[in-house]
């Protein structure tokens, strides 16, 4: 029920062999609506601007990199800080790198339509990431990697567009909707291990699993597989294949017994119990292999995955209900999902 468009512009230039700045503008546009925010609300229609600067400055075998993110919506706004150190060692084998992030967000709701909005502010939502990376060159062919992430969020985490579904005798559907309430803090911990193997016929092939646990008590297997093949200096090929599962927070439902039954409950499809297995590929073609006077070479690129989401406890109730279906009984939801991306580079 989403249809999602954007266009982004980056630069990055290397002023000096110590010295670059990157900058990148996205524009965001969404129109239509999820399952569970029909269920409650009307559809949606917004538009979300994010500009990001970052200094990278590499001093002997460190580099320091320095960003800030700023994103924008009519009902959510968000400013990011990050900083990172990324360290060679080893006769150049071994890379640590170090990160930490900050976050501050606006949260807001939309009470009036999608043409004439009537923001309601109501409150924030503060995160801060830190995060410790390990690279390693194990032989000619094979580099590995491990990567250890934690995050803490405090504030007005939930989504306002969202509600949970009670059982209600009094209501001719048997059930009826109110706000969700949500833990004011949440610590999430990830880490992932990956390997590349450089193949004879110069491909790579990509592997990595990442596992997350958080103390909403979702824990989440993330499996990728990723394959590159270049051909000559004028063509690259790639194919990925990822599958991701999840639990379900502690104190989600699909169906509450009653109204204020626990202390804290949740009925977002995020929080569910759910699956989703991704198919990409990817061409890259060189119409400037060899450059163009200021130009040193040029690319074009054509990026298309397909998605399939598969909800293991939370179901459809936008077009099913009573009499063909109880409450609680509805089909469980699925959709599927196309993401388009065509980019232009140009390296100079």
């Known amino acids: ?72 919506e009519r009902d959510y706004i968000s400013n990011t800080t990050h900083a990172s150190l990324s360290q060679d060692m080893f006769g150049d084998l071994t890379t640590l790198k170090l990160g930490w992030g900050r976050t501050r967000d606006g949260v807001g709701e939309n009470n009036g ?61 048997l059930y009826s909707l109110t706000n969700q309430v949500y833990p004011d803090t949440r610590t999430s911990t990830a880490i992932q291990g990956q390997a590349k193997y450089y193949l004879p016929w110069r491909a790579a092939l990509t592997g990595s699993y990442r596992y997350y646990h958080d103390t909403w008590a979702i824990t989440g297997n993330t499996y990728e597989l990723d394959y590159t093949h270049p051909l000559e200096n004028i063509w690259i090929l790639e194919g990925r294949l990822r599958y991701y599962k999840q639990g379900h927070a502690s104190f989600y439902s699909d169906l509450f017994p009653f109204a204020g039954s626990q202390n804290f409950m949740a009925r977002d499809r995020d929080l569910a119990s759910a699956e989703n297995t991704t198919i990409g590929a990817k061409v890259t073609y060189a119409f400037l292999p060899d450059g163009w006077k200021m130009f040193k070479r040029g690319t074009a690129t054509l990026d298309i995955s397909r998605i399939s989401f598969h909800y293991l406890d939370f179901t459809d109730i936008k077009d099913y209900g009573l009499p063909e279906y109880q409450p609680g009984d509805e089909p469980l939801y699925h959709f599927n999902a196309t993401v388009f991306q065509i980019y232009m580079s140009m390296f100079f």
């Open 1 to 72: 029920g989403m249809d999602i468009t954007g266009e982004s512009v980056l630069v990055r230039k290397k002023f000096t062999e110590n010295f670059a700045l990157e900058a990148n503008y996205f524009v965001d546009k969404v129109s239509g609506a999820s399952v569970d925010v029909l269920s409650n609300a009307s559809v949606i229609k917004d538009e979300r601007k994010q500009k990001t600067g970052t200094i990278e400055y590499m001093h002997d075998k460190t580099t320091y990199s320095l960003s800030y993110i700023n994103s924008t």
């Open 113 to 173: 339509t999608a043409d004439k909005p009537i923001i309601a502010w109501l409150g924030h939502a503060e995160s801060q990431s830190y995060n410790v990376g390990l690279s390693q060159i194990l032989t000619r062919n094979l580099i590995g990697g491990l990567n250890f992430e934690v995050i803490t969020d405090d504030g007005y985490l939930a989504n306002p567009y969202r509600s949970i579904r009670y059982r209600d005798d009094t209501n001719a559907k």
